[in-house]
């Protein structure tokens, strides 16, 4: 099955502790995203990517890093400079060109900082 | 204010009840969707339109280009459609602004 899976599903960790949140897609999609989901706000863009190698933040990308080496995967890393990351994290995806821009979202991942 | 706003937050139904959730946008856009968020917090794609009317199953979504309007209606509400539903708009390619959702409660 096509799909986005995200992992872990739970995840926590200690304040002062990078973390990697993993995201990898087999839709065949350019165009990834990650998002942060916080209670009673938004969906916000924290970067997005569109082609391997290439990529660019989003609304709130301070704190937060990425790489896209494989079209596959998008791995998003909440850094030790994140002053919140207590939230939850979605991972989608999308055909690139068109101007509609369907996503295609992951299961997320909800990160608590201890 | 928010350039995706909708209306009401927090709505509580009935099962067999016609429910509408409604979204204003203060944006050009080139299309609009509709998703749902369950309890376990994935995303599902329910409509993508740019203009009219779309229907699938119990679910009708509507959109008023002129107006920046759309409305998400449910027929026949049941407790298996209590989630969050949250619009969105795509203003350029690369971009979707959210709103903040409606939770949706429908009861026995």
């Known amino acids: 099955d096509g799909g986005i899976t995200q992992s872990p599903k739970y995840l926590f960790r200690k304040e002062g502790q990078n973390v990697t949140l993993s995201c990898e897609q087999n839709?065949?999609?350019?165009?990834m995203y990650w998002y942060r989901q916080d209670p009673g706000q938004g969906l916000r863009l924290i970067y997005y990517?569109?082609?391997?190698?290439?990529?660019q933040k989003g609304d709130i990308a301070e704190g937060y890093s990425v790489s896209r080496e494989k079209k596959e995967s998008f791995p998003l890393t909440v850094t030790s400079a994140q002053k919140n990351p207590t939230a939850f994290y979605l991972c989608?995806?999308?055909?690139?060109?068109?101007?509609?821009?369907?996503?295609?979202f992951g299961p997320g991942t909800r990160l608590t900082v201890l | 204010k928010n350039e995706v706003e909708q209306s009401p937050q927090n709505l509580t139904a009935q099962e067999g009840e016609f429910i509408t959730i409604n979204c204003s946008y203060s944006?050009?856009?080139?299309?609009l969707h509709w998703l749902q968020q369950h309890p376990g917090g994935g995303i599902v794609s329910l409509f993508m339109?740019?203009?009219g009317k779309k229907k699938h199953g119990r679910l009708i979504a509507t959109i008023n280009i002129q107006e920046k309007h759309s409305s998400l209606h449910i027929t026949a509400s049941h407790p298996r459609d209590s989630a969050v539903y949250i619009c969105?708009?795509?203003?350029?390619?690369?971009?979707?602004?959210f709103g903040t959702g409606t939770r949706l409660q429908v009861t026995l």
């Open positions: 989608a995806s999308s055909i690139v060109g068109g101007s509609n821009n369907e996503q295609f």
């Open positions: 839709l065949n999609h350019d165009a």
């Open positions: 990517s569109q082609i391997v190698n290439d990529f």
């Open positions: 944006v050009g856009i080139s299309a």
């Open positions: 339109l740019s203009s």
């Open positions: 969105a708009v795509s203003s350029t390619a690369s971009k979707l602004t």
